[in-house]
């Protein structure tokens, strides 16, 4: 069975610093990666995704992730925050056989002036 | 843009009584979800439907009861609501298309059980 952590619930950062979200996953088949951003009183919006080919994907508003294969790990990185950045994240897998997505606890990011 | 509209983003109701949470999606997806959202959980599977008519069980699917008429539509029923049923819940829908499939969202439902 596949399962993701995000070991940290909660992550402050001051604006304009870089942040480093976590994400590890468990699978015993070849995965999709996908972050997923909520921001409050809302649904969840796909922020990136890893299918194939490069193991770096970035999103249009300055995230990236790196999927490493053998750390079964896909961080999600940015290199400035802004307080718009200010949301909770979920990182998701789903095996390439099935249709079901699994997710991450999610980790609160607070982007602080 | 794939539009998921699930019909009430606010529900108070009392123990036992039976509710009805609806979701609507406007592209022709053929997968549809259910997940509950609870802080420090993330988001649980209830029940997924991958065609009409057609639904499966996820890794919660006690209490909870699914309908599937038409394509677009896919509702969540609580038979008898309870407390412990207190929580954010999310439709999602998707395409079948291979390596391609991503969830699209509603907005939640915040449903309360007093």
């Known amino acids: 069975a596949q399962s993701v952590t995000q070991l940290d619930s909660q992550v402050p950062v001051f604006e304009e610093a870089p942040v480093e979200l976590r994400c590890n996953y468990s699978?015993?088949?070849?995965?999709?990666l996908f972050w997923y951003v909520q921001y409050p009183n809302q649904g969840l919006q796909l922020l990136l995704k890893y299918l194939s080919g490069s193991t770096l994907v970035e999103s249009i508003n300055g995230f990236e992730a790196e999927f490493n294969k053998s750390q079964t790990s896909f961080h999600l990185r940015k290199p400035s925050v802004h307080i718009s950045d200010t949301a909770e994240y979920f990182c998701?897998?789903?095996?390439?056989?099935?249709?079901?997505?699994?997710f991450g606890p999610g980790t609160r990011l607070s982007v602080l002036p | 843009d794939v539009k998921v509209t699930q019909s009430s983003r606010y529900l108070v109701k009392r123990t036992g009584e039976k509710v009805f949470l609806e979701c609507v999606q406007d592209?022709?997806?053929?997968?549809m979800f259910w997940y509950r959202q609870d802080p420090g959980l993330g988001l649980r599977l209830i029940y997924f439907s991958y065609d009409v008519k057609m639904k499966e069980k996820g890794d919660i699917p006690e209490g909870y009861s699914v309908s599937r008429e038409k394509k677009e539509r896919f509702s969540l029923i609580l038979e008898s609501a309870s407390t412990n049923q207190t929580s954010m819940y999310l439709c999602?829908?998707?395409?079948?298309?291979?390596?391609?499939?991503?969830?699209?969202f509603g907005a939640g439902s915040r449903l309360t059980v007093l």
């Open positions: 999602a829908s998707s395409i079948v298309q291979a390596g391609a499939n991503v969830l699209t």
């Open positions: 998701a897998v789903r095996d390439n056989y099935g249709q079901n997505f699994v």
């Open positions: 592209m022709d997806h053929e997968n």
């Open positions: 699978s015993s088949v070849s995965v999709y």
